[in-house]
């Protein structure tokens, strides 16, 4: 066995087939040891390979090689590699793990040539730089946080002449004055337009409240409206401190909002139909958020009429010029098709993932106030964007789900991004209802979900509440919009990922040799139309159910085509992927010494 060790590694170094593995990647270890790649095992951050002189392991390695043992029989063990171990006896039964270990510590002067990593930074940094091929790129802020990506969207225009706003849900980066006014403005001519939306729903005597939740067999649907008091999320260690909605007494609710407040919201929508109309080229006309009319008083009523049941009363002119105002700003606004009537916004620390510190809210003191409690100790930390909550989205069996959307970077220059034709759907774990505005009903992470394993929303959504793309092909099907995913859904999130890459790609550092798999997060609006949430870095691998378990190996296996088998073979199948887009090369004019100079001559008074 020592003898065949050393064969398989000669070779290996001759034909530069040495990787190393960090993280929980079983998939990629067995698939590389199947090509004939060696692996060098790393030390773990946290456990040094400080344990045995090198002749003295070199020793108990031919030792175990060979056949032999301690006197049980039996080779002691290395808790530094009992996780290895483990994933390597499920996912690779070709060879034992003595083989293994073995040629690991014949390599282990070699630099790699093949790193999988979860995180850069557990790399030893000397290392690094030395090894050809990584499977992460540097400092990708701009593209794989909320706040870089938000920012970085915002320079679309240089780059495509495309509107934001018909991909990515509003955002704004709180940390910033500026932004955190213009969402106030936002904040203010939502729930004006969500105002008008309200009368026209209720006209009359009937009441206008929140929409009720679909009836489950858990709960009874409420009989009245529900006070959105206690329903808002809140992140672990905030408090409020003095924003309180008690509820209203009896004659308070039956009493109607002051006359005006219907008229006012009208006015405050022409004059921003006027702007978005381009009417104020020729005069200066100041924002309808701080001259038109009192917000205070404006959106506590309309507080009153969107969550607390009190009741409007319009005439036959009012109700005209309310459909005819809101059609007017449909044309104007893309993103009006994804408002509801009760101006929900959803709040989200800017650097983590797995749905950690999200908050959903629809009241603006609770924005600020939110924002504000977290200033303190740590500036980078208490960093949010406030983002448009999708309060129209396209619901499966009444629940909520969103897309996760496999693509990969091989190149930032020239740019080449690779978009993966499978992907998979994860639901919610309650009935979408905008009443109630718990976890189980509105994130649709992994991370989150499980917490409510004993939850079904339906007994048509999977126990394990994740769908693969073909399942969802065949419900479109069903609602007679099979054309729904090739013509919209697609199409879509191709471009919104080549938009936001783009966007990002002067901001990123570029390592030749490098790559990335990435996840895209997408919610369906009710018109098939994608929306960008989020793209993460270093996607989770772990199966989570059936679909992922095939999913998740099945893009590993076709990253190591794309990335190791096309540098052989540029025909070679490389599954799943296909290239979305791929960048004209330039070539610089500039070389390395080269001396400019400008020659002419003056010009001369006559």
């Not at 690094?128 to 790129?137: D, G, H, S, W």
């Not at 905030?238 to 004659?251: D, I």
């Not at 504000?372 to 009444?398: H, M, N």
Request: glycine share 6%; with cysteine; aromatic share 8%.
């Amino acid at each position: 066995r020592l003898k065949k060790a050393r064969l398989r590694v000669e070779k290996a170094i001759k034909e530069k087939k040495i990787f190393a593995v960090q993280g929980p990647y079983p998939i990629i270890r067995r698939l590389l040891r199947a090509r004939g790649w060696v692996e060098r095992k790393l030390p773990r951050k946290s456990r040094q390979l400080k344990q045995q002189p090198g002749d003295q392991k070199k020793q108990q390695l031919e030792k175990r090689a060979g056949g032999g043992g301690d006197k049980q029989g039996k080779a002691a063990p290395n808790p530094r590699e009992d996780e290895d171990k483990k994933e390597d006896k499920e996912q690779c039964t070709e060879d034992s793990d003595d083989i293994h270990d073995l040629m690991s510590y014949l390599v282990q002067d070699q630099v790699p040539n093949f790193l999988w990593t979860i995180r850069l930074g557990n790399i030893d940094q000397e290392l690094l730089p030395r090894i050809e091929m990584v499977n992460r790129f540097p400092r990708l802020n701009a593209l794989c946080t909320k706040e870089g990506l938000c920012e970085s969207l915002q320079n679309l225009p240089w780059f495509e002449q495309v509107d934001l706003n018909t991909f990515f849900p509003r955002c704004y980066r709180l940390g910033l004055t500026g932004e955190q006014e213009a969402f106030i403005d936002d904040f203010r001519l939502t729930a004006a337009r969500s105002l008008l939306k309200l009368a026209l729903r209720k006209v009359g005597d009937g009441p206008v409240g929140t929409e009720q939740p679909p009836i489950s067999g858990d709960a009874p649907a409420p009989k009245g409206p529900v006070p959105q008091r206690g329903s808002v999320l809140r992140p672990q260690g905030w408090r409020r401190s003095h924003v309180s909605h008690p509820m209203l007494s009896t004659a308070r609710l039956r009493s109607p909002p002051y006359p005006q407040l219907v008229e006012e919201a009208l006015e405050v929508c022409e004059q921003h139909l006027g702007i978005l109309e381009h009417q104020d080229i020729d005069r200066d006309t100041p924002s309808p958020c701080r001259t038109c009319i009192v917000w205070d008083h404006f959106l506590r009523e309309y507080y009153r009429v969107a969550h607390e049941g009190a009741r409007l009363v319009l005439s036959k002119e009012q109700r005209e010029q309310c459909q005819d105002v809101l059609r007017r700003l449909e044309e104007q606004l893309p993103q009006l098709r994804i408002e509801g009537k009760l101006n929900v916004w959803i709040l989200k620390p800017s650097a983590k993932s797995r749905g950690r510190g999200i908050v959903c809210t629809t009241r603006l003191e609770e924005v600020l106030e939110l924002t504000q409690s977290c200033t303190g100790s740590s500036a980078r930390v208490c960093e949010w964007v406030v983002q448009k909550y999708v309060e129209r989205p396209l619901t499966i069996f009444d629940t909520k789900f969103d897309i996760r959307q496999w693509f990969v970077v091989t190149d930032w220059n020239p740019l080449t991004v690779w978009f993966y034709r499978d992907c998979y759907l994860r639901f919610c774990s309650r009935p979408f209802s905008l009443c109630n505005l718990e976890p189980a009903r509105h994130l649709c992470n992994v991370a989150i979900q499980k917490r409510y394993k004993t939850l079904q929303p339906d007994p048509r959504v999977p126990s394990d509440k994740i769908w693969s793309n073909t399942q969802f092909q065949a419900h479109l099907a069903q609602l007679g919009r099979a054309d729904a995913w090739k013509r919209v859904i697609v199409p879509g999130m191709k471009a919104a990922i080549l938009n936001a890459v783009r966007c990002a790609r002067d901001h990123v550092s570029s390592r030749k040799g490098s790559f990335e798999l990435f996840g895209a997060d997408f919610l369906i609006g009710k018109d098939f139309q994608p929306w960008l949430l989020e793209i993460n870095s270093c996607p989770t691998m772990s199966p989570s159910s059936v679909v992922t378990r095939r999913l998740c190996a099945n893009v590993q296996r076709d990253t190591l085509r794309l990335v190791l088998d096309r540098k052989d073979n540029p025909t070679c199948s490389i599954g799943a992927f296909e290239l979305l887009y791929k960048e004209a090369a330039v070539d610089s004019c500039l070389s390395v010494g080269l001396q400019l100079e400008v020659t002419g001559c003056s010009l001369k008074n006559p």
